[in-house]
Nanobody
Framework: QVQLTESGGGLVQAGGSLKLSCAASGRTATTSAMGWFRQAPGKEREFVAAIRWAGGGPEYADSVKGRFTIARDISGVSAYLQMYSLNVDDTAVYYC???????????WGQGTQVTVSS
């Protein structure tokens, strides 16, 4: 019913920047929020950032506050993650997710690899 397509991942040196994009298609009329999660090898998937469609401030994991910024495009049902001051610990597969009214994180993207070299 809903497809999420991520892009923007790649290889970057420590201290560099990268911008991820996520576009949703399909039955998105009742979208309530979009967010980003990440998973490093051998570790569980963790929350990174989320933004609500109806307003209110975005939410960030403590590990990325001050370095990452999430933005939304309501008309295009898209979410973006601008990442600054990247470090090796940010290396992971980043996943986009979408939430609907009364249902959180229902669909997930395939993931995009972000690799930060020292």
């Amino acid at each position: 019913q809903v497809q999420l397509t991520e892009s923007g991942g790649g290889l970057v040196q420590a201290g560099g920047s990268l911008k991820l994009s996520c576009a949703a298609s399909g039955r998105t009329a009742t979208t309530s929020a979009m967010g980003w999660f990440r998973q490093a090898p051998g570790k569980e998937r963790e929350f990174v950032a989320a933004i609500r469609w109806a307003g209110g401030g975005p939410e960030y994991a403590d590990s990325v506050k001050g370095r990452f910024t999430i933005a939304r495009d309501i008309s295009g049902v898209s979410a973006y993650l601008q990442m600054y001051s990247l470090n090796v610990d940010d290396t992971a597969v980043y996943y986009c997710a979408i939430a609907f009214r009364g249902r959180s994180w229902t669909y997930w993207g395939q993931g995009t690899q972000v690799t930060v070299s020292s």
